[in-house]
């Protein structure tokens, strides 16, 4: 992952392998325009004019040569031949003015990691004057963009292609807001990185005493505390779910809380994370190729870690404290059989007539255990249902909630990261469809109706009467196997930008 320092020099003046410039497409030709007649240049972006003097090209010339249009993420190479110190200068599209804002700027911005990969050092200038981005969101973005499409999982290949981008200097605008516009973007894309290499780690090496560690490791030297509850504890406490998921694995199950507590802190957030290190089903097995990717079912729990850790280096002035439920959900001669009945750490019991509906299970604890800490707010996030896949697709995350102010601030900071959800409805009659001949509930509703609904209704049974809630349902968007724009195939580190940016905004309920 790159550093990036920010600098008042001309960009000629640097001492970097390439140059990139962005670049602003003209609006869109009117309907008579002669369609012969060759399209507008693009406006080149700060730096532009001294650069092109500088190398004695007409860059507009160039542009026009290789029908370059400057939309979102298109990219124009142009050779230096040895005039100044970088060896190339790359044309930026950022799409037209009036949709310049923040997400257009960091696909850019993943283009241009994706025309670096081979080179050291970049120098570029952050696009100013737009009018609905303000330079530090600016330079933020583009932090966010380079940085998230440069990641690269490449420790287990033995020839590594890993991103070779070092150093980005941006230069020009050595302000305040822009400096801490690239300090917000760096911490923002380290986080998700960090959520993304747990995600993308093979089950086979993060079972949840493993799990456990690396997470201390991560949190060791920060101001975040951390607490582990083994399965012995986790027996004592009379976590349920979590012993009922984890006792099909000779890997037993852990909880593990983090805590971040700032002084002066007003607020008191709780994040709770499903953190299935791999989800076979159990005895309600899945087929094969159900089960292909489901090293990501702790997408929650990595979020979780992810956000905490970076909102302590980011010294957000909120008391934070994370929940991870851990366990291995495998089938075995020990393991939990449809029918099965438990009681959560709440004293509610749950008849569990589908195995593979076991992260609700491991999140019934949790949520009770998130509640005795007494937060303001809590909120889960969990790679819960299939449904949630069907409804909304691969790049839309589920919102469920009662509660309207805790979704709008939700969907704001979505709004803000680019990571984007959709609130669901949580109705109060369709929990007829959770009753249990023999238990307080059920773990199922029925097939195919309402899925994503029908579990955040069963979570709802868990978080302490009184505190705000909100379910994030990340099954979708925890994991892409498609490339595009600023996402690259694996884990995302979806929400972990959105989270950062909701409690940088207060955490407002
Ligand atoms: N981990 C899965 C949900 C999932 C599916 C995540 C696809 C990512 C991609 C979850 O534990 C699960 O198996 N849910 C079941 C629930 C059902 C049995 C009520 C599902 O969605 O089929
Ligand atoms: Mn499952
Ligand atoms: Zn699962």
């Known amino acids: 992952m790159p550093t990036f320092e920010v600098t008042a020099a001309e960009l000629t003046a640097a001492e970097a392998d390439v140059v990139a410039i962005p670049a602003v497409a003209a609006p869109s030709l009117d309907e008579d325009a002669d369609e012969q007649a060759d399209p507008p240049v693009p406006t080149l972006g700060p730096g532009a004019e001294q650069l092109a003097a500088a190398i004695d090209v007409d860059l507009g010339a160039e542009c026009r040569a290789l029908r370059f249009d400057g939309s979102v993420g298109s990219v124009a190479r142009i050779p230096t031949r040895g ?36 080179q050291r050092s970049m120098a570029t200038t952050i696009p100013a004057g737009a009018d609905r981005l303000e330079p530090a969101r600016a330079a933020q973005a583009f932090v966010e963009g380079l940085s998230l499409g440069a990641y690269r999982f490449s420790h287990y290949k033995s020839k590594t292609d890993e991103h070779r981008l070092e150093q980005v200097a941006v230069h020009g605008t050595a302000t305040d807001a822009v400096g801490d516009g690239v300090r917000t973007g760096d911490i923002h894309a380290r986080a998700a990185a960090v959520a993304r290499d747990l995600v993308n780690e093979p089950a086979a090496n993060k079972r949840p005493p493993g799990f456990a560690d690396r997470v201390r490791t991560l949190v060791d030297g920060t101001d975040v505390d951390i607490t582990v509850l083994d399965e012995a504890a986790l027996e004592r406490g009379g976590y349920g779910g979590i012993i009922a998921v984890g006792k099909g694995s000779e ?118 255990h998130a509640s005795e800490r007494q937060p303001d707010v809590v909120v889960d996030l969990a790679t819960l249902t299939g449904a949630v896949v069907v409804a909304l697709g691969n790049r839309i995350g589920g919102v469920l909630t009662d509660h309207d102010g805790l979704a709008d601030g939700l969907l704001a900071a979505s709004q803000t990261s680019g990571e984007r959800l959709w609130r669901l409805p949580l109705p109060d009659d369709y929990r007829e469809d959770l009753k249990s001949e023999v238990a307080d509930l059920k773990n199922i509703g029925q097939q195919g109706v309402a899925g994503t609904i029908i579990g955040g209704l069963f979570l709802k049974e868990f978080v302490a009467d009184g505190i705000p809630w909100a379910h994030l349902d990340i099954a979708g968007i925890a994991w892409s196997d498609k490339q595009y724009g600023y996402v690259r195939k694996g884990g995302t580190g979806a929400p972990v930008r959105t989270l950062l940016e909701w409690l940088t905004a207060g955490a407002g309920a």
Not at 86 to 96: C, D, E, R, Y
Not at 271 to 281: A, H, Q, R
């Open 83 to 118: 005039a100044i110190p970088a060896s190339l200068v790359l044309i930026v599209g950022l799409g037209k003015s009036e949709d310049l804002d923040a997400e257009a700027v960091r696909k850019a911005a993943a283009a241009v990691a994706d025309a670096t990969s081979r």
């Open 251 to 368: 890997a037993p199950p852990r909880l593990v809380e983090l805590s971040y507590a700032p002084d002066g802190a007003e607020r008191h957030v709780a994040l709770v994370g499903k953190g299935i290190t791999f989800d076979s089903g159990g005895l309600s097995l899945k087929s094969g190729s159900g089960m292909m990717t489901m090293k990501m079912d702790m997408g929650g729990a990595a979020a979780v870690v992810a956000t905490v850790t970076a909102a302590a280096e980011l010294q957000l002035p909120v008391r934070l404290t994370g929940v991870l439920a851990l366990a291995e959900n495998m089938p075995s001669a020990t393991a939990q059989r449809p029918g099965d009945v438990y009681t959560a750490r709440n004293g509610k019991t749950v008849e569990v007539l589908n195995t593979d509906a076991e992260g609700r299970l491991v999140l019934s604890d949790a949520l009770a």
